[in-house]
């Protein structure tokens, strides 16, 4: 079993920043591909950015150039940085983790509005 807690979300203005973190806990993290997904009000739930266990990265078209992930294994924490954050980023921002299968976590909300 993996266990996934994510924290770091809420209100932020346009244009403004939030920084998001994943705790994992219950198996290796270091080898497991992470990263995050998020799901508007009305929408399917969609891929944001996700980090192999090498450290390759890839992101959305729709983020790209404003949100950085990166991880630190001794930590067993993934972290989803978001600057220039727009209205269309308001959404529930879930984790993953890929070991066996998919683990998610419960998600934290982030609501960019003025």
């Known amino acids: 079993q993996v266990q996934l807690v994510e924290s770091g979300g809420g209100l932020v203005q346009p244009w403004g920043s939030l920084r998001l973190s994943c705790a994992a806990s219950?198996?290796?993290?270091?080898?497991?591909?992470t990263g995050w997904y998020r799901q508007a009000p009305g929408k399917e739930r969609e891929s944001v950015a996700r980090?192999?266990?090498?450290?390759?990265?890839n992101y959305a078209d729709s983020v790209k150039g404003r949100f950085t992930i990166s991880r630190d294994n001794a930590k067993n924490t993934v972290f989803l940085q978001m600057n220039s954050l727009k209205p269309e980023d308001t959404a529930v921002y879930f984790c993953?983790?890929?070991?066996?299968?998919?683990?998610w976590g419960q998600g934290t909300q982030v609501t960019v509005s003025s």
């Open positions: 993953f983790g890929d070991y066996v299968r998919r683990y």
């Open positions: 219950g198996r290796d993290f270091s080898i497991m591909t």
């Open positions: 980090i192999t266990s090498f450290g390759s990265t």
